[in-house]
Structures are given as C-alpha cells and as structure tokens.
C-alpha cells in the first residue's frame, strides 16, 4: 500500500488543482489511504470470518468493540477512528461537521459492500451484472473519496450541497460508472488469474450470453455514454455551483488518464511514474 501513496496523491493532485485547495487535497489523500488499506484488506488478507468481524466494527464506530479484531487490523482501526474524531473536533468550528459525518457514513457502507463482494468470492458465486455493479459502484470507493471531498471545500458547500451530492445525481452516477468499467475492462484479464474473481466483464458475460469481446466493447459503449452524461451535467444548469462540478470532472479525466492504455493504478508503469517525477520530482528548466 506505501508504495501507492505517490499515485494515490497523484489521483487527488488531478481532482483539486487550485493552490487554495491545499487542504481539501490533504484530507482526501488520508481518508483515499484509510479506504485503500481497507480494500487491501478485504481482497487480499483477511478471511471470511474476519472480515465479518471488521465489517460490524466499522459499523459500529466505537473503540470498545476493538478486541474482537484480528491483530493486524486493529492499528488501521484505531488509526480510523482517530483520524475521523480529529476531523470532526477541528471542523466543527467550522460547520463542517456535517461532512465529515457523511463521509463516514460512506466508509461504512464501502465496508458492508466490501464484505458482499468477499462473500461471492468466497461462495464462488458470480452475480448477474446488474447485481454486480449495484454493489461495484460502493466498491469501487468512488463515493467515499467523492464525498469526501467536500470535506476540504468550506467556502461552496452549502447543505443543500451536501444534499444534492447523497443524491447521488446524474453527473456523480456518470462519473463512478467511469471509474467502475474502466477498472473492471483494464484489469480483469489479471484478476482473472486469482480465485474467482468477479469483475463486470465476468458478469456481463453471464448475464448476457456473450463472448468476452462483446462484453468489452458493450462495456466501452457504456463508457462513452457516461462521458455523455457528464458533459450534459456540466451544460445545465443546477442548484449547485459550478465549481462544485470540479471535483466529479476532475476524478473522471484522471480515471481516464491512469486506464486509457492498461491498469495504470495497479501497475503505474513507466507513464504514471513518468508524470509524478515531471509534477513532483525533476525542477523547471530556466
């Protein structure tokens, strides 16, 4: 997971480009690495059982229930609980306890889909493709960095703004279905070498009775539509500010940028190297 951080400020870099979003940035980056360790850990380490028991800890959002954790996971759970307490004590001041509240409850409910997806895993059940993505678009950890976000943007978000993002309007909706399919198309053909991974390639092609060619192309056609949706978004008018509209374009083209060619998360490869050394790393010339 350490080893994603640059990527992962990478993504966040890509979503608030503003220097007055200085903090935004900040605060998303370390909820984007709390909500990384997690799916690390429900895809990869814990068991069954386990991730059970996590799942009903985060639910619950007390330390009291700590014990009855796994020992790797109490670090991360106690790191999480802090993280979120520290937040809401500093922005309440500020009215934006709200938010905060908010992303919590998104991280909570990534935990209960989290578990759903590990428990077809471990049934070896493949859903239909609606199922999936029901469940793929809470996954995929769009709506807890997406919401989160907002955490950092004191002087636009209003409650009614706050309102209009648990909506889950159509732009948001467009904007996570990117981020799903495009994952999903680069990256299922090396999920496909682990047990019964499920990806919407996989349950497009159950659902549908086609080929893995057509479900790609299928799946790229729905890709194109979300890009529809999201300049349509952006041309009418809203009850929002504009600039509220940032953020959810922004986290699109960087999702475009990571899996245009391949996985760039999951494998960065030279390309994404190569941008955090030009943003990060190597000085201007003069």
Not at 75 to 96: I, T, W
């Amino acid at each position: 997971m350490l080893e994603e951080i640059p990527e992962l400020y990478l993504w966040i870099l890509g979503v608030f480009l503003d220097p007055h979003y200085s903090e935004a940035r900040i605060i998303t980056t370390k909820i984007a690495q709390l909500v990384l360790a997690l799916d690390d850990t429900y895809d990869a380490y814990g068991t069954i059982e386990e991730l059970r028991l996590i799942t009903d800890t985060i639910n619950r959002w007390e330390f009291s229930p700590m014990e009855q954790l796994p020992e790797y996971n109490k670090p991360f759970y106690k790191v999480l609980l802090n993280e979120y307490a520290r937040l809401k004590k500093r922005l309440s001041k500020q009215g934006r306890e709200n938010r905060v509240n908010a992303s919590q409850r998104a991280f909570q409910e990534l935990a209960i889909c989290f578990l759903k997806e590990a428990e077809w895993r471990n049934s070896g059940y493949m859903p239909s493709f609606q199922e999936y993505m029901n469940n793929g678009l809470v996954t995929l950890t769009y709506s807890v960095i997406s919401v989160s976000c907002l955490v950092g943007m004191p002087e636009i978000v209003s409650e009614e703004a706050l309102d209009w993002y648990e909506s889950n309007p159509k732009i948001l909706e467009a904007s996570a279905l990117l981020l799903r399919l495009n994952n999903d198309v680069m990256s299922f053909e090396f999920e496909g070498e682990r047990a019964h991974q499920i990806t919407s390639v996989h349950t497009y092609m159950k659902s549908f009775g086609v080929s893995e060619e057509v479900a790609v192309e299928e799946l790229k056609k729905m890709i194109e539509n979300a890009w529809k949706d999201i300049n349509e978004g952006c041309l009418k008018p809203t009850k929002v500010s504009i600039e509220l509209f940032a953020p959810i374009v922004n986290l699109a083209r960087v999702v475009d940028l990571v899996y245009r060619y391949k996985d760039g998360f999951t494998f960065p490869g030279k390309m994404v190297k190569e941008y955090i050394t030009l943003l990060f790393i190597a000085s201007i010339p003069m």
